[in-house]
């Protein structure tokens, strides 16, 4: 789904920028120990205005970086920002059929883009595929509580249906043995972090 008018003001607002580059970006380096594993290909699902992608790229270390969003106005501003950088591809796209080989990278991260993905347990399998194994996975997710709510309703367009919390969450993460939960924290009820591994030797 795309952002609403409403939302995309709030993601680009100052405060929201401000967040990301101060509480977010501490949050997800500590979820990593030091030293934080090589990452040679990156996958960032819902660039939004591109905020994510340096955080992929400058802390992280990913040495090329991809990046889809179902907006296509994300994406030609996200292409604008970056115009010089040789490492970035960006493609507009859908989470729950992901364009791309399996196995293809060692990174791939969520920053609040599954609670607009009707089918985000697609989007998980469909993770789980392009995933090298042993390769990682971000998750920083909104969960029902946060938007299924007359005042969210109100301002937001999200998806009402098929919506998680984070023991929902982390159930699908580690259905069939998939994923390895390596750390996970939540604000209860509303959002959570999740760093996960692609257990080894899964294809």
């Given at each position: ?36 594993p090589a990452f040679s290909r990156a996958l ?39 115009s010089d950088q040789n490492w970035l591809h960006?493609?507009?796209?859908d989470g729950s059929t992901l364009p791309f ?103």
């Amino acid at each position: 789904m795309q952002l609403n008018r409403f939302e995309k003001s709030i993601v680009r607002h100052p405060l929201r920028l401000w967040l990301q580059r101060q509480l977010e970006r501490r949050m997800l380096l500590k979820l990593f120990a030091k030293p934080l594993p090589a990452f040679s290909r990156a996958l960032e699902i819902g660039c939004g205005f591109g905020e994510g992608i340096a955080l992929v790229r400058q802390d992280l270390g990913a040495e090329e970086v991809w990046a889809l969003d179902f907006d296509f106005d994300m994406v030609s501003h996200c292409a604008g920002r970056y115009s010089d950088q040789n490492w970035l591809h960006l493609c507009q796209g859908d989470g729950s059929t992901l364009p791309f080989a399996d196995s293809q990278f060692d990174l791939v991260v969520d920053f609040a883009a599954f609670h607009h993905i009707p089918d985000w347990q697609q989007a998980v399998a469909e993770v789980h595929r392009v995933l090298r194994p042993g390769g990682y996975f971000v998750m920083e997710e909104l969960y029902r509580v946060a938007i299924c709510n007359p005042l969210s309703r109100r301002l937001f367009e999200h998806p009402q249906e098929n919506r998680f919390n984070h023991a929902e969450l982390l159930a699908v993460l580690e259905d069939t043995g998939n994923f390895e939960i390596i750390r996970q924290h939540q604000l209860p009820a509303l959002a959570g972090i999740i760093l996960a591994r692609k257990t080894a030797g899964k294809a």
